[in-house]
């Protein structure tokens, strides 16, 4: 088996496609008899004449034409993965798999992906989005996600975060309700029956239960639901109000009015990733946090 130095490869190709030395020579920038050199040690090394010598012209035989045709395509190839992994590794190209909670699908998610698309189109994102808090964060330590948005929340060893923003939370009233022309007091709900977030796997159940009672009152809970759709339309359906992320107010639904509260409460919305994922996450986070912060807001 022959291996082949790629310098002498495209050294005899830039002969062949200009048929002469010295213009070569300039092209690889090279002297002239070191380039000769080259050729002939490279046609000592795989025993066959490439060039025909015989006139003032460079010529190619019948093997060195064979071999140029088939050398452009090796060069062309191999420029390619170089190319592509230095892309790899400056995380422009590659696929990043990020999970995020059912909140931040309406404004920041869809925002992302475009975003992505744009300055990275070579990156591929594999999105799974409407988990909890708990599934991002089990999903990262298991390594089955690369990055993850959620709520803060217990976070495995090799997994680092980031505060994306501290999101305000808004009351979601049934179309007219009487404090939908707000700003809503809290503790005027206090009769209210709500529909919440599952208590035992939502960071935004523990929300809604430390507000209230912050407001003097604890909620009469009268459904829990996974999914922040299904949550927004219960409320429109009348069965109860809520308190959700501002970030919800993107979905609109009939029967649904977004009000903010009075006396203002927030929840942290954080950007989680694995220490040992892609290059590219850095990138995807940074821009995330860009996203979640326009400027002039």
Request: glycine fraction near 8%; aromatic fraction near 4%.
């Amino acid at each position: 088996m022959t291996t082949l130095d790629l310098r002498k490869l495209r050294a005899f190709v830039y002969v062949a496609e200009e048929r002469h030395f010295g213009r070569a020579a300039e092209r690889l920038f090279v002297a002239q008899p070191a380039l000769s050199q080259t050729i002939k040690a490279l046609e000592a090394q795989i025993g066959v004449q490439l060039l025909d010598r015989s006139t003032r012209r460079v010529d190619l035989t019948p093997a060195g034409a064979r071999l140029l045709e088939r050398a452009h395509g090796i060069l062309d190839a191999i420029d390619d993965a170089v190319a592509e992994a230095r892309r790899i590794d400056a995380g422009e190209q590659g696929s990043l798999r990020l999970g995020f909670i059912g909140s931040a699908s309406f404004g920041l998610m869809p925002a992302l992906a475009r975003a992505v698309g744009d300055a990275l189109p070579l990156l591929q994102l594999d999105l799974t989005g409407d988990l909890l808090s708990p599934e991002v964060a089990a999903r990262l330590a298991d390594g089955s996600l690369d990055v993850g948005v959620l709520r803060p929340f217990d976070l495995a060893p090799g997994v680092s975060s980031r505060v994306l923003r501290s999101e305000p939370l808004v009351a979601a009233l049934p179309t007219g309700h009487p404090a939908a022309s707000g700003p809503v007091v809290l503790g005027d709900l206090a009769d209210e029956p709500f529909i919440s977030y599952q208590a035992r796997a939502s960071a935004m159940a523990s929300a809604l239960v430390a507000a209230c009672r912050a407001a003097g009152f604890t909620p009469m809970i009268r459904t829990e639901v996974r999914e922040t759709a299904t949550l927004v339309a219960f409320v429109a359906s009348g069965q109860g109000v809520a308190l959700v992320p501002q970030g919800v107010a993107h979905l609109q639904i009939p029967g649904v009015e977004y009000v903010p509260l009075a006396d203002e409460v927030t929840i942290d919305l954080i950007a989680a990733w694995r220490t040992d994922a892609p290059a590219t996450v850095e990138r995807v986070v940074d821009r995330l946090v860009e996203l979640a912060n326009p400027a002039g807001t």
